[in-house]
């Protein structure tokens, strides 16, 4: 598998790279991708379905300059900024049988990243709900995913040094949340790990035997993403 240690200086191309990965892979083939990026600057994210006015408070994005865009996979509303470490797994659907299926994919790869972050935290990682990964009932990661028809992308957040009390202040409580969440708050359910950006980065790459720098990542695709959805509203607004 080949690795790709990019951010982009703006969120919807840094969101933008994410999909123009799967679709490289779709076209050329090859042995996946593993990406890494964390973004310096703050902004919200929803999923696909999500509708902006129920799960944002956008009086209080609009006041403070934080943008809200859509991702291209399912799953919650997230703040990025600095302090969340990103990954985004393409992987051909052939390599497991697990990834056959949804709820497959997410078994096959949530489980491989407990055990690499486990390693490094020294103590027992659960997998929460679908794809959480978590210290007993308090959450570090989300992740989501989107299939095609060779490739899937699996994508996700850690939580390492992230200002938490902005999360509280950005996102409402999530329409649809987990059991194991139990009404908490965002302060009360999420926590950041006690883990550095490299020692991430070298256990995932480990993991899925990420040896190889990708040498030509798809900018071309990137830019023409930013240009016709990330930066859109017709892509962004759903209320």
Same mark, same amino acid.
């Given at each position: 598998? &080949? /690795?790709?240690? $990019?951010?982009?200086?703006?969120?919807?191309?840094?969101?933008? =790279?994410?999909?123009? @990965?799967?679709?490289?892979?779709?076209?050329?083939?090859?042995?996946?991708?593993?990406?890494?990026?964390?973004?310096? %600057?703050?902004?919200?994210?929803?999923?696909?379905?999500?509708?902006? +006015?129920?799960?944002?408070? @956008?009086?209080?994005?609009?006041?403070?300059?934080?943008?809200?865009?859509?991702? =291209?996979?399912?799953?919650?509303?997230?703040?990025?900024?600095? !302090? =969340?470490?990103?990954?985004?797994?393409?992987?051909?659907?052939?390599?497991?049988?697990?990834?056959?299926?949804?709820?497959?994919?997410?078994?096959?790869?949530? @489980? &491989?990243?407990?055990?690499?972050?486990?390693?490094?935290? !020294?103590?027992?990682?659960?997998?929460?709900? #679908?794809?959480?990964?978590?210290?007993?009932?308090? &959450?570090?990661?989300?992740?989501?995913? %989107?299939?095609? %028809?060779?490739?899937? $992308?699996? #994508?996700?957040?850690?939580?390492?040094?992230?200002?938490?009390?902005?999360?509280? %202040? @950005? $996102?409402?409580?999530?329409?649809? +949340?987990?059991? /194991?969440?139990?009404?908490?708050?965002?302060?009360?359910?999420?926590?950041?790990?006690?883990?550095?950006?490299?020692?991430?980065?070298?256990?995932?790459?480990? +993991?899925?035997?990420?040896?190889?720098?990708?040498?030509?990542?798809?900018?071309?695709?990137?830019?023409?993403?930013?240009?016709?959805?990330?930066?859109?509203?017709?892509?962004?607004?759903?209320?």
């Amino acid at each position: 598998m &080949k /690795y790709l240690d $990019l951010t982009f200086p703006s969120p919807e191309e840094n969101l933008a =790279c994410d999909e123009a @990965l799967i679709d490289q892979c779709e076209v050329l083939g090859g042995p996946g991708v593993l990406r890494f990026w964390e973004s310096q %600057r703050y902004f919200v994210v929803v999923g696909y379905s999500n509708r902006n +006015a129920s799960e944002v408070n @956008l009086e209080a994005c609009r006041l403070e300059g934080i943008p809200v865009l859509r991702r =291209c996979t399912g799953g919650g509303t997230v703040l990025q900024g600095p !302090g =969340c470490l990103n990954y985004a797994l393409v992987l051909p659907i052939v390599l497991a049988p697990d990834l056959a299926t949804v709820t497959g994919t997410n078994t096959f790869v949530m @489980l &491989k990243q407990r055990d690499a972050l486990a390693s490094l935290l !020294g103590s027992a990682v659960c997998v929460q709900g #679908h794809t959480d990964l978590a210290l007993g009932p308090v &959450k570090f990661s989300g992740n989501a995913q %989107r299939r095609k %028809r060779s490739y899937l $992308l699996f #994508h996700g957040t850690f939580l390492i040094n992230l200002d938490l009390s902005l999360v509280g %202040r @950005l $996102l409402r409580f999530p329409s649809r +949340a987990p059991e /194991y969440r139990r009404e908490r708050s965002h302060g009360q359910f999420l926590s950041n790990i006690p883990l550095s950006v490299d020692s991430i980065q070298a256990a995932l790459r480990s +993991a899925w035997n990420a040896a190889d720098v990708l040498e030509s990542p798809p900018l071309e695709n990137v830019r023409e993403l930013v240009e016709t959805r990330y930066a859109r509203d017709s892509w962004n607004v759903r209320s």
